[in-house]
């Protein structure tokens, strides 16, 4: 059930601010569920981004040895560490209070598990910002605009499948897991959200080398996805390379997989 606020876009006394895109997550069943499919262990290094007044944050602290938190909204960590002082568990807590797409992972030996609600002007940059730290995730746990988590799991042929599907899944496996409602929020965001993992692949099924050409490759592609490859990859592909790499020049960049994007980018490395 939503906890009730006495304004709207108010919890606990913080309004809550456009420029941060925030939207407080209150469903109790909701936050519940997505601590389950986190399932935290007290082996975990985990780091949650975003996590405003804390209601996925003490319901992970319990699970955990310790939690560290990256807050960009100084004014919630007064209130934050507060809410995690009444449940006992401050000691627990390390903030860090800086933009999250600025973050550096440093390297402890062990990889980290990263969690949180986004908000969802940052949440496409700050993915692939993590991505290019890979090396030091285990996975990402993530709230995101429903249509964004889409986008991230289509598969060729889908009106959603596209640049980002690809690029994020070069580097990762993607698995939606549930929708969360406008209404488990305060103040509710006018579309639905969803929670999706992210497991970065040990080995980048694109090779570092290859990941320049790759990825213009894909720009290009779908910068115009009406038209025939014949035609968008005219300046990077001839028509006979597509004929060599086993590729119709009239396919659409939406009929194309991964491998097949590899193949082309493979062509002029040989």
């Given amino acids: 059930m ?9 919890e606990d006394g913080h309004r809550a601010r456009k420029r941060f ?4 997550l209150t469903d109790a069943g909701v936050i519940a569920q ?6 935290p262990k007290q082996s975990d290094v985990m780091l949650e981004i975003g996590p405003g007044l804390g209601a996925l944050t003490c319901a992970l602290l319990p ?5 560290t938190v990256v807050e960009l909204d100084r004014d919630l960590i007064p209130k934050l560490k507060t809410r995690c002082q009444a449940a006992g568990m401050a000691e627990k807590l390390t903030v860090r209070a800086e933009d999250a797409l600025q973050l550096s992972l440093t390297p402890n030996g062990q990889r980290q598990r990263i969690v949180g609600n986004l908000p969802y002007n940052i949440g496409t940059p700050l993915i692939f910002h993590l991505l290019d730290q890979a090396a030091h995730i285990q996975d990402m746990t993530f709230m995101l ?14 009106r959603d499948y596209g640049r980002l599907s690809l690029t994020v899944q070069a580097r990762a496996a993607v698995e939606p897991l549930f929708i969360v409602p406008p209404t488990a929020f305060n103040p509710p965001p006018k579309v639905d959200s969803a929670i999706v993992r992210l497991t970065p692949h040990l080995e980048p099924r ?7 050409t790759f990825n213009e490759l894909v720009t290009l592609a779908f910068s115009q996805r009406r038209k025939t490859l014949g035609n968008t990859l005219k300046p990077l592909r001839t028509a006979d390379e597509l004929l060599a790499a086993g590729i119709d020049p009239i396919r659409r960049a939406e009929t194309l997989d991964l491998d ?3 193949r082309l ?3 002029r490395h040989r």
């Fill in 260 to 262: 097949d994007f590899l």
């Fill in 145 to 158: 605009q429903k249509e964004v988590v889409d986008r991230l799991a289509a598969e060729p042929g889908s």
């Fill in 206 to 212: 694109v090779p570092p080398a290859l990941w320049p």
């Fill in 63 to 67: 699970h955990l040895p310790a939690l």
């Fill in 2 to 10: 939503t906890r009730p606020s006495t304004q709207t876009g108010i």
């Fill in 265 to 267: 980018a493979r062509q």
């Fill in 21 to 24: 895109g925030q939207n407080f």
């Fill in 34 to 39: 997505i601590v389950s499919a986190i399932a």
